[in-house]
């Protein structure tokens, strides 16, 4: 901090901490790496996506009736006459997406990271039982605003806990169902999502936070970690300006792809309205697993397949600390760990992409095995390329990223303008170019449009390589300038 | 003694005050209104985000994540635009 103890703003920090004491709190310091890589974070910002979902869920509490004749009504209320209140549920819905995207997010790199090894058995399994009850709330209160579509995919729901283990399935079919009415099914979705989840969730955040405290931030897998990254620094200020920096851009995003795309109200469920079962995208992997044509062919037993075959991967998930006896926690040394989990990015991708596709019908059994072999046949093969040593290990990703610095830091005032105006416009012709082509596939847009969309898409791309490789230039990880350099007229 | 990141927090907070008070006139029941207010609440928000960044790291930001913030408050501001955010 500059000219610390002189500014207004440090004697009014300093005046704060002598009220609050937030120096002396007991909330353990942070190491200086972790502060450089918001992925450290992201179990945080997945608690404030949770809050923020509270709280615009609270608004919306005030209007809501859970009954089904009147459910869709009050939603569609919400949307026209209450103040703010179109926004207010779009803020609602797209912080609860994202929690679910960054719990996904904080999930996939604590295992890439090995961040599950002793002492962190225990904060593993109560991080998944956490997934498990962020999935639950997206599946519960994708009913309430009563929707044809939802109602459903809450149906394909309840079946899937009808094919679980006797007695599990009688108990909680009857726990999320009732004796199998409309307004018992409602009242109890709107029970879980409002009361009994988060509850449930809050008390294991408290339970996974105190874990937290007593082991600290996960170590840096980097082995060649600046002693000055390796410093700890006190909560206050360092982290919570951080963290208040982190905030301010994710609440941001969540309010500006709340006005980029709004969702409206589909239609209303009413009985004898036949509509295709369409669970939200969180779970739409699922659903292409169970509609695929081999698992449709089997029938009753290829159903209970499917079930029991997502519950086994469930479980060993969870008790992951426990069958994972790999000594070596460096990515480089757990090529066949990393391809695993890539491997499964890949699988939901794909998953989630066929069943969009296919919306309606079932998944062809050729599709289904060629879109499970050819990226096992691909990532293995690479992990394995990378065990026998045939290629160096490039350097992790992360590690290249922290040390980027896009641009030289100069005082000028007209470098930040031209900064911002080629960021600008990047950012634009990506967006722009992915708009076009998809315009260009699926609209029938026409062949200009597809070479314009081409056309922006290589622009963005050769700026984006351009800014890394000079990046690379000036760190050092390139030597000397090459073809690319020539090419790119950069060195 | 007012140093230039005191004065730049002092402007932001007079921005806000102003942009607080004009989102307080406006009619939240009409859609675009509400999305002016939103993109004027987003903007806001990453200003600060720029204004903490540089109080928190003094002379040793790095120019490229303030050049980034700038990018994004005009596409916010333009998105707000497009997406019929006007009065």
Known sequence: MSEEGKSIVDRFARWLDENFGFTKTILRPAPMYSLKNPSYWLGALAVLAFFSAGIAGVIMLQYYEPHPDTAWESVSRIMVEVPFGNLIRNIHIYSAFSMIFITFLH???NYFVVAYKKPRELMWIVGMLMGLVTLL???????LPWYALSYAAVGFGITMIKHLPYPL??????LVAGYGTDV?????????????????LIILLAIKLHIFEVHGITESLSRD???????????FPHVFLYFVILACVFFASIVVASIIYPFGLHEKYTPGVVTIPMPEWYFMWTYAIAKTEFIEVLGETGFKIFITVLLIVTL???FLPFIDKWKDKHPSERPFFIALGVWIIIQIGLMTYLAWITAGSYIKSEHAVLSIIIPTIIVFTAAYVYKRRIMKPPEMVWEK??????????????????????????IASAGLSFRILYGSIFEGLGVPSTILGLALLTTSTLEAMRTIYSADLELGNVKKENWLGRWLKIG | MVNKIDLALALLIVVQLVLTIFVWTLNPIIVSHQVLAAGYIASTLIILAIIVYVYYRGEDYDQEWVAMGIAMVALILLLTYLKGGVV
């Open chain 1, 184 to 200: 018992e099914l409602l009242r109890r979705f709107y029970v879980f999502h409002t009361v009994l989840l988060p509850a449930v």
């Open chain 1, 225 to 235: 970690l600046p002693e000055e990254d390796k410093k700890l620094v006190p909560w």
């Open chain 1, 316 to 318: 060993l998930f969870i």
């Open chain 1, 107 to 109: 999930f996939m790199r």
């Open chain 1, 137 to 143: 709330m997206g599946f519960t209160g994708y009913l």
């Open chain 1, 169 to 174: 399935s009688n108990f909680l079919e009857y």
């Open chain 1, 401 to 426: 990223f922290a040390k980027l610095r896009a641009t030289t830091l100069h005082t000028n005032s007209k470098t930040y303008v031209w900064n911002s105006v080629k960021l600008i416009l990047t």
